[in-house]
């Protein structure tokens, strides 16, 4: 079946339908990993977006229930150069188009994925379409028009979950890292803003009981737990859409250790009275090199982000910059001087991606064990 994508500014692809029927909208973005397809797909961050694989071959693994980031696939849309038929992995017990069929997500196959993603990073992110039901060029570009962008939008409440639950190191889950459980030591509230279960994992991993709570939970609410420290998870859209999340943190920057991840980077530079801007076409990928200012080490990391904290707005706040994009020297990371508090723009979990951040985990836990003595 044929099917088109058409980007706002009158750009268009031809090509063929895999996946559901009919049509997505979205900001059409790439993702530079070479594997992890399914855990892009599941990964919440991705709500309101149509993503582009940069590899040429998606699917040839199949899909699997384990390797499920988050409880669905959130993205609006999925582009690939070639969709592999026959998957082949012990471990594979669906194809990617039955999966994207189960989550009424519409994929296009046959495009030059090399050209589009040169037109995404010449002339940044664009709205966009695809589809399988309306052919026609012209009609899709005015709907692309008429999509809604990410500027001020809150995605957050679309993917946060509804009500808390535990998450324990004798979860069954949890025994995808290790045969052994591990007794809990420290019980961690973490905001969920749109996690991924990896980051979850980590936690048990280190000892931590954790309370993974709504993005609207009030700072009392948190309190009144008792946490031995606080997490920020990731999550899509718009930081600076999401001020009823900021608003309540910083009535916690001086109670506990806290640790942010990706949206809760964001979260904690708005806190602290700096601002967020959009990067012209994000970053996107397990690839992405970021320098750690303290060691001067080199990082390769993962990272799924269209926003970044402006630096130099943070300065006076007790803040300092810990780790720097090497690509184009946004703030990948940054540290309270005096609170144990600290936060990195990319994905430490990974899933998919390189495992060079881990010890970041290592560091939330050590200023829980400093803080409790």
């Known amino acids: 079946m044929r099917a088109i994508l058409a980007l706002e500014d009158g750009t268009i692809f031809h090509g063929r339908s895999f996946g559901a029927e009919g049509e997505g909208?979205?900001?059409?973005?790439f993702n530079t990993s070479m594997t992890g397809y399914q855990e892009i797909?599941?990964?919440?961050?991705?709500k309101g977006q149509i993503v582009t694989m940069t590899y040429p071959l998606i699917g040839n693994y199949g899909v699997n229930p384990e390797d499920n980031e988050s409880r669905r696939s959130w993205v609006e849309g999925f582009i690939?150069?070639?969709y592999s038929v026959m998957p082949s992995n012990w471990r594979s017990t669906a194809d990617l188009s039955e999966y994207l069929q189960q989550h009424n997500i519409v994929g296009i196959e046959g495009i030059d994925t090399r050209a589009l993603t040169k037109h995404l990073r010449d002339k940044g992110v664009k709205k966009g379409v695809v589809s399988t039901s309306d052919l026609n060029p012209k009609r899709l570009v005015e709907k692309a028009l008429a999509a809604p962008g990410l500027i001020g939008r809150d995605l957050v409440k679309e993917v946060t979950i509804g009500q808390p639950y535990e998450f324990k190191p004798e979860?069954?889950?949890?025994s995808k890292l290790g045969p052994q459980p591990i007794k809990p030591r420290f019980h961690v509230v973490a905001y969920d803003c749109g996690m991924k279960t990896n980051i979850l994992r980590?936690?048990?991993?280190?000892?931590?009981?954790?309370?993974?709570?709504?993005?609207?939970t009030t700072a009392e609410q948190v309190l009144q737990y008792n946490p031995d420290g606080i997490f920020l998870s990731n999550g899509p859209g718009d930081p600076e859409g999401v001020p009823y999340l900021f608003t309540e943190l910083k009535k916690l920057l001086d109670k506990k250790?806290?640790?942010?991840?990706?949206?809760g980077h964001q979260?904690?530079?708005?806190?602290?009275?700096?601002?967020?801007?959009?990067l012209k076409f994000g970053h996107r990928g397990a690839n992405q090199p970021v320098k750690h200012l303290d060691t001067g080490r080199v990082e390769i990391t993962a990272q799924n982000h269209g926003f970044a904290v402006d630096t130099d707005l943070l300065l006076g706040s007790g803040l300092r910059l810990t780790h720097v994009?090497?690509?184009?020297?946004?703030?990948?990371?940054?540290?309270?001087?005096e609170l144990p508090i600290f936060s990195v723009q990319y994905h430490p979990e990974a899933s998919p991606g390189p495992h060079d951040a881990n010890y970041l985990f290592d560091k939330f836990v050590k200023l829980i064990e400093k803080h409790k003595k």
């Not at 909208?25 to 973005?29: A, C, F, N, T």
């Not at 797909?41 to 991705?46: F, G, Q």
């Open 25 to 29: 909208y979205g900001e059409v973005v």
């Open 41 to 46: 797909l599941t990964d919440p961050s991705y």
């Open 80 to 82: 690939v150069r070639e």
């Open 171 to 174: 979860t069954k889950v949890f």
């Open 202 to 216: 980590m936690l048990a991993f280190r000892g931590c009981w954790v309370t993974v709570v709504p993005a609207q």
């Open 257 to 263: 250790p806290v640790f942010g991840i990706c949206l």
């Open 267 to 278: 979260m904690l530079g708005l806190a602290f009275g700096g601002k967020t801007f959009k």
């Open 325 to 337: 994009n090497l690509n184009d020297q946004t703030n990948e990371g940054f540290e309270h001087t």
